[in-house]
């Protein structure tokens, strides 16, 4: 176990609580500030929708850490009506893709389906969205509240 950068050992036995054996200095974390010129880290590139999905968890945190709840449903309602837009925006995109006369049927029918794919992922997001935000409302996906200490007759 590590804390404030000492290292204590602890056993545990029946009727025997924690006892330090010896501490030891933790490494120092490397940061960009100590690490060498020379030593390259690992890229990676977060999506615009991660981005988004950050922002939205970020501003629904330091609502909870604050107690205002209206703060993290209006982030959530947030990245809802995005998430509704690129569907609606998508959506419009496939009636024009099967409008357009200009490209061939193969490739019409290509383009198509990587558009309802990419439309399929949106509703599942959308979905996976509004369930967290009615989980943070504390309402079941059915509308109503949770029952609390109750089991069904046939749990028992």
């Known amino acids: 176990m590590q804390i404030n950068g000492t290292v204590f050992h602890h056993y545990s036995e029946l009727g025997k609580g924690l006892r330090v054996e010896e501490t030891q200095e933790a490494q120092p974390k490397r940061t960009s500030a100590n690490i060498?010129?020379?030593?390259?880290?690992d890229t990676v590139s977060i999506s615009e929708e991660g981005r988004s999905m950050a922002v939205a968890q970020a501003q629904g945190g330091t609502a909870a850490a604050s107690g205002s709840e209206e703060d993290s449903s209006s982030a959530e309602d947030q990245l809802i009506e995005r998430i509704k837009k690129q569907i609606q925006k998508l959506q419009e995109e496939i009636k024009?893709?099967?409008?357009?006369?200009?490209?061939s049927d193969e490739e019409k029918a290509k383009q198509l389906q990587m558009k309802q794919s990419e439309l399929m992922q949106l509703q599942t997001q959308l979905q996976k969205a509004q369930e967290e935000q009615l989980k943070a409302q504390g309402l079941s996906l059915g509308g109503g509240t949770r029952a609390q200490g109750f089991g069904n007759s046939l749990s028992k």
Request: glycine letters at 14%.
């Open 36 to 41: 060498s010129a020379g030593t390259e880290g």
């Open 96 to 103: 024009t893709l099967q409008n357009d006369m200009t490209l």
